[in-house]
């Protein structure tokens, strides 16, 4: 009768900001493949855990040139 794609995932694992980046990504695959459209999704961001790093990264910088 029709393809069919089952989401199954607790709301807890996944936050606000990420659900709409994998529902707007979904929406684009489905979009193109509705109209048989090779579909690009954007380049995979940075990780929270780099954003960690050069947040402290920056920091130390900070703290470095005050304590000049």
Do not use: M, N
């Not at 990504?25 to 929270?48: I, N, R």
């Amino acid at each position: 009768e029709g393809d069919r794609l089952a989401l199954i995932i607790h709301h807890l694992v996944v936050d606000g900001v990420s659900w709409r980046i994998l529902l707007e990504d979904l929406s684009a695959l489905y979009s193109g493949y509705a109209l048989e459209e090779a579909v690009v999704l954007p380049q995979k961001t940075d990780s929270f855990q780099r954003w960690s790093s050069l947040q402290q990264a920056y920091s130390d910088e900070l703290t470095r040139s005050e304590e000049r």
